[in-house]
């Protein structure tokens, strides 16, 4: 059986019927995550880790216990706590932490049965998909290395692992996920649990799910909402039987209704090769049973302006607990406070630093009202505008980035406000709708996302739309640093 | 989205109807700013964050304050009835786990760096 090409959900019935199959595991990681370390996907990676995972496991099954999840392998971002691995956030700030406490949305992932493979590299905190503040170097994009990956969903698209776990704060995890050629789902806020990640902007960020087909991101999002006692912003919701919900017909309903955003080929960045697979994926929605409808949306274009002040203002005062006592990283100075200001300017990125100093002067008196109060009311509008659209649509449907992967080489612009990487993603952040990207490729091989916002707690109708698009569209990936084996493997 | 704005640490845009305005942001709020914020920039990155942050406030003024007035500020996207919790009593994390991350001890005490205040 080869692990890296199987799908979870089909690799969870074959272990799950023979769990032997298990014992090849721990090597064939070691083996391919070696191969693929030119990609710098991983930062922490322990093949004893896997072993003892898999014999727990191993165990779990032989004692007759059913585990959906059994055997599936998984890329955690490293801002997801794992108790006993060091947690880096992939900063220097955090690079020897070892949290006390494993996120709730990793232990659940465990119930199932799954591995966890390793510790993705991603932005520093999380902060954006740009692939240049990571202490441990750039993730490289399995299609080209060149080009930047953003976060674990180069594990998947590598076919390294069947699922990844990266935080979602403007679109990140979504953006990582179009920039590799693999389906992310941002859950409603609340719907999976917080504890235990890592964030900067707490009232944005999210646990998101990154996988290479549908049915596997069914069962990770089945495996891991829920409500949970110790995050005080999760979701007394019921969660729903995602996997009857995708599958069950319409019933009369007739078919999806999807509001496509009116103006979404006006926005400066967008490139061709963007525009081209958007547009032609676009005509072919009708074949796949989604019924399409152009709506404006005015004040969507301003949901990055917003998120941007908000997430900086929320980093400001969120990431202000590193500061050399308590965690890690120290550097030494003469007095407390020096001590403070030499941590934090020697622990940070040069582009975390500058993010929190406008965080700091937009919380300044002068700039507070007249810019962060707005943005909030910004907010409120933003998400008015889509739940109304939503009461008459079942999706609304964009871009999920302007542009394919940055290259890694561009110009050193460490960062931009507002990032235009979240021009089409922040608004799902902004009001905590959930959002999904699915992947297309562009006319000269290189991939892309379509997006899709639903009604709050509607998951279902993302990943109902999904399963539409994947039986029209079937999935390819690379293999794990092509470009040195002379092709990609599509 | 108009009127991406050069950088400079005085700069003049136009805000939709509402004629030339001038924006002030000086390198000194934003070494203040950093100086909140507790980290050190060098100059190239003060000038870059003068430059961002100008480029931002301007397109936020480009954004009609008056169709905000009647719309309350949110810190939460989305409000569901009843989804906050109730406070609860759980049980501690063991002692050792909590601080093995924190300053080195030292019988009943922790080494912390030694203050000089002038």
Redesign the interface.
């Known amino acids: 059986m080869n692990y890296p090409d199987t799908p979870a959900h089909q690799l969870a019935a074959r272990v799950q019927e023979k769990p032997d199959l298990l014992d090849q595991m721990p090597g064939d990681y070691a083996v391919l995550c070696s191969k693929s370390q030119n990609l710098q996907i991983f930062i922490s990676f322990e093949p004893q880790a896997i072993f003892q995972e898999v014999s727990t496991i191993k165990q779990r099954l032989l004692a007759g216990k059913s585990l959906p999840l059994a055997g599936a392998t998984v890329a955690l971002g490293d801002n997801f706590c794992t108790a006993g691995l060091v947690t880096t956030c992939a900063s220097r700030m955090l690079s020897s932490y070892e949290p006390p406490l494993t996120a709730r949305a990793v232990d659940a992932l465990r119930v199932q049965g799954s591995v966890i493979i390793g510790k993705a590299n991603m932005e520093e905190f999380g902060l954006g998909s740009t692939g240049n503040s990571s202490h441990y170097g750039a993730a490289k994009n399995p299609w080209d290395p060149d080009r930047t990956a953003g976060c674990g969903a180069a594990a998947a698209a590598a076919t390294l692992v069947s699922l990844a776990l990266g935080t979602d704060s403007c679109g990140e995890a979504r953006q990582a996920a179009s920039y590799c050629g693999v389906l992310a789902l941002k859950p409603s806020y609340g719907r999976i649990s917080r504890r235990g990640v890592i964030e900067y902007a707490p009232s944005l960020t999210q646990p998101g799910l990154m996988a290479r087909n549908t049915r596997d991101l069914v069962l990770a999002l089945e495996a891991t909402a829920g409500e949970d006692p110790g995050d005080p912003t999760s979701l007394k919701l019921l969660v729903p039987g995602y996997f009857s919900r995708v599958h069950e017909g319409r019933k009369g309903k007739g078919p999806l209704k999807v509001a496509l955003l009116e103006d979404w080929d006006a926005v400066p960045t967008l490139e061709t090769e963007v525009r081209e697979a958007f547009q032609a994926q676009l005509d072919d929605l009708p074949k796949a049973g989604l019924e399409v409808e152009a709506v404006s949306l005015p004040s969507f274009q301003e949901s990055s302006l917003a998120a941007a002040v908000i997430s900086a203002v929320e980093a400001f005062s969120n990431l202000a607990n590193y500061d050399g006592v308590r965690f890690g990283y120290r550097a030494e100075g003469p007095s407390l406070q020096e001590m403070y200001t030499a941590t934090r300017t020697s622990g940070f990125s040069s582009k975390l630093k500058q993010f929190i100093t406008f965080g700091a002067l937009v919380s300044s008196e002068k700039y507070y009202t007249s810019y962060f109060v707005k943005s909030q009311k910004m907010r409120t509008r933003i998400a008015r505008e889509l739940e109304s659209c939503l009461e008459e649509y079942d999706l609304v449907l964009t871009p999920t980035v302007p542009f394919t992967a940055p290259r890694l080489e561009r110009p050193r612009v460490a960062w931009q406000l507002p990032d235009p990487a979240h021009f089409f993603t922040a608004a799902a952040n902004l009001s905590g709708l959930p959002a999904l990207t699915f992947p297309l490729l562009s006319p000269s091989g290189l991939p892309v996302g379509l997006q899709f916002i639903a009604r709050f707690g509607d998951e279902a109708a993302l990943l109902k739309a999904a399963l539409l698009l994947e039986k029209k569209n079937p999935l390819q990936f690379p293999q794990p640093g092509f470009k040195d084996q002379g092709g990609c493997g599509r | 989205?108009e009127g991406l704005c050069p950088a400079g640490v005085e700069n003049l845009y136009n805000t939709r109807g509402k004629g030339w305005v001038v924006l002030k942001l000086t390198a000194e709020?934003?070494v203040?700013?950093?100086?909140?914020?507790?980290?050190?920039?060098t100059a190239a990155?003060e000038a870059?964050?003068q430059h961002?942050?100008l480029?931002?406030?301007a397109?936020?003024d480009a954004?009609p304050?008056e169709?905000?007035n009647e719309?309350?500020?949110?810190?939460?996207?989305?409000k569901?009835p009843?989804?906050?919790?109730q406070d609860?009593r759980?049980p501690s994390?063991?002692l050792a786990?909590?601080l093995?991350?924190?300053?080195d001890t030292d019988d009943y005490c922790f080494h912390?760096?030694r203050?000089?205040?002038?």
């Open positions: 989205m709020e934003i203040k700013a950093a100086g909140e914020g507790r980290v050190n920039l990155e870059e964050v961002q942050s480029n931002i406030l397109l936020l954004v304050g169709s905000l719309i309350p500020a949110a810190c939460y996207g989305h569901q009843g989804s906050t919790r609860t759980e994390l063991p786990a909590v093995h991350n924190a300053a912390v760096p203050i000089v205040e002038s």
